[in-house]
Structures are given as C-alpha cells and as structure tokens.
T-cell receptor, first 114, second 113 residues
Framework: AQSVTQLGSHVSVSEGALVLLRCNYSSSVPPYLFWYVQYPNQGLQLLLKYTSAATLVKGINGFEAEFKKSETSFHLTKPSAHMSDAAEYFCAVIHTGTASKLTFGTGTRLQVTL | KAGVTQTPRYLIKTRGQQVTLSCSPISGHRSVSWYQQTPGQGLQFLFEYFSETQRNKGNFPGRFSGRQFSNSRSEMNVSTLELGDSALYLC????????????FGQGTRLTVV
C-alpha cells in the first residue's frame, strides 16, 4: 500500500532561514504526491502537487518540492521563512488508478522564530 | 466561488448519542470525501461519495456512515458515540471521482463527553 513518512514532527527555523520539511514515500508505482498546510482550527489547503510532470513543483506562498525517485523523496522547501508560515504541514499520496483517497503523513509542525 | 462548507463548526455530544455532520461541496464538484483527524491517529480516510454512491471506504466501524444527495451535498452520521470519536471531521470536494485535487472545508470539531 502507498504510504508517506514525514521525518520530524516539529521543525523550528528563524525568520528568513531556509525551510526544509522532509517526506519520503513508499510506492511500487509512480505516485501522486501532495503537500497540504493546516493553520490552527482550519481545514487543509493544498500547497502543491506532483503528478508525474515536472520533478520540481512550485506551489503557493513561495514553497516548492522536488520529486526524487532515486531517494523516494518529496521534500518541501522555502528559501526564506516568514512568521506567517507557522502551521502544520502534511505530505500525502494517492495511487494512480484509484479513487481520490489521500493517505497522509503524520504531519510536521513548523515554528518560525524571530 | 464559495468553498467547501461544513456545518456545524463545533459540536458537543454525549456518549451513546448519534450525530450528523453536513458538507456542501464547491459548486460543480461531484465527489465528496470525509476524513477524521485526531492527535493520536492523524488524518484518516473515512469514505468517498460520487454520484450518490459510496465509491471507497476506509477502515472504520459500521457506526460511521454517510450519504450523498443529488445536489452533491453529503452527510456523515456517527451512531452510538464513543469518547474516541472526538475529532476534527474534514470534508473534501473534487470535480470528479479520481481527481487529483481535493479542496477541504474548515471541518467540524466534534467533542464527545
């Protein structure tokens, strides 16, 4: 079964520093991969998705992620963190050919300090 | 364009009661999925509806059920509530079954006491 593993339940960065949130996937076939963000008491907002087109995917709010098949990774990055980026981030996967069932990672809470 | 609307936003119920949550998808979206989010289990898929039919189901007991109406609005029902059912219930809508982009509502926070 498809799954994703997020390394690090909490990540703290200084404002202006690089943000790197890690996600590794497990799938025997090319997956569709997603990053979602959740602010307190809110639903999930799609940041970006990989659907087997370009391996470097650009999303909203300056975030991007690179699909690396050799490393089975789909890490999320942002060159310069902003206080408003503080939230919980979820990596997710769906398997092509099935219904729209998302399997989520356990989430990474990003803290941004001054 | 209005987003996904979930009602109510907050709910407190007593053990043993039943509860019904509602989700109105984005206009024109025909697929609705439900997820449960808890601190211990994270985000888990409950079920998906498309064209008033359940198309996919997660690993939850039969106390959890749902339905979809002809206007694509969906409801989920939990009977005989347990303390462990306390969670944020999220609804997501997509244009069609198998779509790779889901739009989430703000969720219903259910507390069982």
């Amino acid at each position: 079964a498809q799954s994703v593993t997020q390394l690090g339940s909490h990540v703290s960065v200084s404002e202006g520093a690089l943000v790197l949130l890690r996600c590794n996937y497990s799938s025997s076939v090319p997956p569709y991969l997603f990053w979602y963000v959740q602010y307190p008491n809110q639903g999930l907002q799609l940041l970006l998705k990989y659907t087997s087109a370009a391996t470097l995917v650009k999303g909203i709010n300056g975030f991007e992620a690179e699909f690396k098949k050799s490393e089975t990774s789909f890490h999320l990055t942002k060159p310069s963190a902003h206080m408003s980026d503080a939230a919980e981030y979820f990596c997710a996967v769906i398997h092509t050919g099935t219904a729209s069932k998302l399997t989520f990672g356990t989430g990474t809470r990003l803290q941004v300090t001054l | 364009k209005a987003g996904v609307t979930q009602t109510p936003r907050y709910l407190i119920k007593t053990r043993g009661q039943q509860v019904t949550l509602s989700c109105s998808p984005i206009s024109g979206h025909r697929s609705v999925s439900w997820y449960q989010q808890t601190p211990g289990q994270g985000l888990q898929f409950l079920f998906e509806y498309f064209s008033e039919t359940q198309r996919n189901k997660g690993n939850f007991p039969g106390r959890f059920s749902g339905r979809q109406f002809s206007n694509s609005r969906s409801e989920m029902n939990v009977s005989t509530l347990e303390l462990g059912d306390s969670a944020l219930y999220l609804c997501a809508s997509s244009t069609r079954q198998g779509s790779t982009e889901a739009f989430f509502g703000q969720g219903t926070r259910l507390t069982v006491v």
